[in-house]
């Protein structure tokens, strides 16, 4: 079945590092790709998305490219803060019978220090 | 507005208890979903409404049961839950087609004593 393989966290960096967070996904056909951002106590906000190969999404300085030829979707930013301390998640949607389903990955944790 | 809300944000409840949690949205999204979220884990798919009808339950024990009264409104009615059920649940919204993102609420954190 689809799935999603994040690389295990946490990880630490040192404010202005660049971060890079790995994700690839096994998939049939071709399913729209996310990247999740969930704030320490809260609910996940959207961060980025791509509906089709080689698109890019950004947003808040954050990119990822959909590779297809490599079923990968990495997060990228080229200089990260402390406000970015969080766990990220990258999904995939497929659709199941009349409906949509989200498959995640297991999250990263990434931790900031100034 | 791309909010979704949920009430209460906290919940504490006894195993004989009866309880709901609310979810709310006003973006004319025609299709809803409920997650629950351990700790350190990603959220797991609970139940997902389109258009107000139940269209998948992730073999959900029946201690949970959804209710969707209108397109902006989701609810999950709770009794006789463990423990174990004690987690973040999550409440989303989105339109009804896989590249349309999921816009999540906030949460709510319930304890099961």
């Known amino acids: 079945g689809d799935s999603v393989t994040q690389m295990e966290g946490p990880v630490t960096l040192s404010e202005e590092a660049f971060l890079t967070i790995n994700c690839t996904y096994t998939?049939?056909?071709?399913?729209?790709l996310f990247w999740y951002v969930q704030y320490p106590g809260e609910g996940l906000q959207l961060l980025l998305k791509?509906?089709?190969?080689?698109d890019k999404g950004s947003n808040k300085g954050f990119e990822a490219t959909y590779r297809k030829e490599t079923t990968s979707f990495h997060l990228e930013k080229g200089s990260v803060q402390v406000s970015d301390s969080a766990v990220y998640f990258c999904?995939?949607?497929?659709?199941?019978?009349?409906?949509?389903?989200?498959?995640f990955g297991s999250g990263t944790r990434l931790l900031v220090r100034p | 507005d791309t909010e979704v809300t949920q009430t209460p944000k906290h919940l504490v409840m006894g195993m004989t208890n009866k309880k709901s949690l609310k979810c709310e949205q006003h973006?004319?999204?025609?299709?809803m979903y409920w997650y629950k979220q351990k700790a350190k884990k990603p959220p797991e798919l609970m139940f997902v409404?389109?258009?107000?009808?139940?269209?998948i339950n992730e073999s959900v024990p029946s201690r949970f049961s959804p209710e969707c009264p209108n397109s902006s409104l989701l609810n999950l009615h709770l009794h006789a839950l463990q423990p174990e059920d004690s987690a973040l649940y999550l409440c989303?919204?989105?339109?009804?087609?896989?590249?349309?993102?999921?816009?999540f609420g906030p949460g709510t954190r319930l304890t099961v004593t």
């Open positions: 973006m004319g999204h025609r299709a």
């Open positions: 999904a995939l949607s497929f659709r199941m019978d009349s409906s949509y389903k989200l498959i």
């Open positions: 989303a919204s989105s339109l009804t087609r896989p590249a349309y993102e999921q816009y």
């Open positions: 998939a049939t056909g071709y399913p729209s």
């Open positions: 409404y389109s258009y107000e009808k139940l269209s």
């Open positions: 791509a509906t089709k190969a080689d």
